[in-house]
């Protein structure tokens, strides 16, 4: 079976082509990022438009890279949520058009179960069951994933996701929007332990996260060391660093605590902020005291992108799962309601 791949939950535009037997064909992505950046976030009725304009041009791309003729395909899948409805739209129209067109069947797909299969694209892939830690720029949350399709959510934030603190922190900083990698970056030139942030909520039992706390004290930081309203460059990286290790070292304890929790000998890290090399740097060491395994995607299947989806899509399609023909987006989507896959 051939799955066509489509993603336009947020600010990317990307499709992708899975096939049983040759595995990824193609992946191509377009980013907004620089159309949001003069705003300073994303802005939904930009991102919806963008996708229209971009979203024809790269499917024939996707074909194209993967040698084939347009249409070749055996179902169409798209990302139905969680995401920016109108964004939503634009794939699902799109999606269940085509597939209507090639007489083949559409799907849409969970965009956080995409993020959560992205590393079964890597040439070793974690074998079930795992334990998920998705950290993306929307989700923070750790997932026990018993078999494909089931998934039991252990605990996630109560206010900002991981990534969002990375943004909304790089953002007080000055930087330019999504600030999470910039400030990731500044954060190597920091010293470690000039400033000591908090862990949020990890001296009480469970498996929630908190962040929003964090982003005050730091804020708090900020306006203690501006001088004229600008904080000096060494000044900044320490407190970058002092903040990357307080967001790290909170989810690799969560994470820890949840691998005691669920006795799973895997570890699996998805959504853009697994790109952070602090972070997986500190999981390599948990894992090694748990005799535990770490897998990841590469840094391109961490952020959004068509792969994840036209691999979530494929795995679905393969045993018959289809959605009918109305455009079925669901912003708001729990991911702990998806059917399971069975063979
Ligand atoms: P969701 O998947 O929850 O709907 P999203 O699709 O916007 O949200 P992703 O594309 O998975 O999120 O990830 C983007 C987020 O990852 C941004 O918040 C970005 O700052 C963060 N991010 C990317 N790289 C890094 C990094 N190296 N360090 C920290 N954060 C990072
Ligand atoms: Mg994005
Ligand atoms: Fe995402």
């Known amino acids: 079976m051939r799955v066509l791949g489509i993603e336009t939950s947020c600010d990317e535009t990307g499709v992708a082509i899975y096939d049983s037997e040759r595995g990824l064909m193609s992946h191509v992505l377009y980013s907004q990022v620089k159309m949001h950046a003069e705003f300073g976030g994303v802005v939904p009725e930009l991102a919806s438009r963008d996708h229209i304009r971009k979203l024809l041009p790269l499917i024939k791309e996707a074909f194209a890279k993967a040698g084939l003729k347009l249409g070749e395909v055996d179902g169409v899948a798209y990302t139905a949520g969680p995401g920016l409805v109108g964004a939503l739209m634009v794939g699902a129209a799109t999606a269940r058009s085509l597939a209507f067109g090639w007489g083949v069947p559409a799907l849409g797909v969970h965009h956080m179960e995409g993020h959560l299969l992205a590393?079964?694209?890597?040439?070793?892939?974690?074998?079930?069951?795992?334990?998920?830690?998705l950290v993306s720029g929307g989700h923070t949350m750790l997932v026990d994933v018993q078999s494909p399709g089931c998934y039991?959510?252990?605990?996630?934030?109560?206010?900002?996701?991981?990534?969002?603190?990375?943004?909304k922190t790089a953002k007080m900083m000055g930087l330019p929007y999504p600030g999470g990698p910039m400030l990731s970056k500044i954060?190597?030139?920091?010293?470690?332990?000039?400033?000591?942030?908090?862990?949020?909520?990890?001296?009480?039992?469970?498996?929630?996260?908190?962040?929003?706390?964090?982003?005050?004290?730091?804020?708090?930081?900020?306006?203690?060391h501006a001088e004229n309203e600008v904080v000096p460059e060494q000044d900044m990286?320490?407190?970058?660093?002092?903040?990357?290790?307080?967001?790290?070292?909170?989810?690799?304890?969560?994470?820890?605590?949840?691998l005691q929790q669920t006795g799973h000998k895997n570890l699996v890290i998805a959504g853009g902020v697994s790109a952070n090399s602090r972070l997986r740097e500190r999981l390599a060491d948990i894992v090694k005291k748990e005799r535990c395994q770490l897998f990841y995607p590469r840094a391109e299947f961490c952020t959004d992108n068509g792969a994840m989806i036209a691999y979530a899509g494929w795995l679905r399609m393969r045993v018959g799962q289809q959605s009918g023909y109305e455009l079925n987006i669901k912003p708001r989507w729990p991911l702990n309601t998806l059917d399971p896959i069975q063979e």
């Open 187 to 224: 954060a190597c030139k920091g010293e470690v332990g000039r400033f000591k942030f908090p862990r949020p909520m990890v001296d009480r039992p469970g498996l929630d996260f908190s962040f929003s706390g964090l982003k005050t004290a730091v804020r708090l930081v900020i306006a203690d």
């Open 237 to 258: 990286a320490d407190i970058a660093c002092g903040f990357q290790e307080a967001v790290v070292d909170t989810l690799a304890i969560k994470c820890r605590r949840a």
């Open 119 to 133: 590393p079964m694209l890597e040439e070793v892939p974690p074998p079930y069951p795992f334990v998920t830690l």
């Open 152 to 167: 039991s959510i252990l605990g996630e934030t109560l206010d900002d996701a991981a990534g969002e603190a990375f943004d």
